[in-house]
């Protein structure tokens, strides 16, 4: 059984960066695209990233590839999401979730979803 937990989210001054990390404890994701999704009080949840099973491909939201990026960890079968120039508007809590193989942008897709972990940028 498939378990994630997010970790890394913080209070930051616009401009500043954070790594979040996606924790499978040990449960083998080489099955598993992983996405990064974000909420906001009062909005939808919104894709940010999600890197496919075998790690070769890599998509992101709107131009948020400038600012983000996604990698795995194979050995540690983590994923993380290292941001960068963070601005007010990425204030959210953000969730890693798993579906097999394939990245979508449709959160309906996923089977696995960590609790979350708050991201607040703010000066």
């Known amino acids: 059984q498939l378990q994630l937990v997010e970790s890394g989210g913080d209070l930051v001054q616009p401009g500043g960066s954070l790594r979040l990390s996606c924790d499978s404890s040990?449960?083998?994701?080489?099955?598993?695209?992983i996405g990064w999704f974000r909420q906001a009080p009062g909005k939808e949840r919104e894709g940010v990233a999600c890197i496919t099973s075998q790690g070769g491909s890599a998509y992101y939201a709107g131009s948020d590839g400038g600012r983000f990026t996604i990698s795995r960890d194979t050995a540690k079968n983590m994923v993380y999401l290292q941001m960068s120039s963070l601005r007010p508007e990425d204030t959210a809590v953000y969730y890693c979730a798993a579906q097999a193989y394939f990245c979508s942008g449709h959160a309906f897709r996923y089977e696995a979803w960590g609790q979350g972990t708050q991201v607040t940028v703010s000066s």
């Open positions: 040990g449960f083998p994701l080489n099955y598993y695209a």
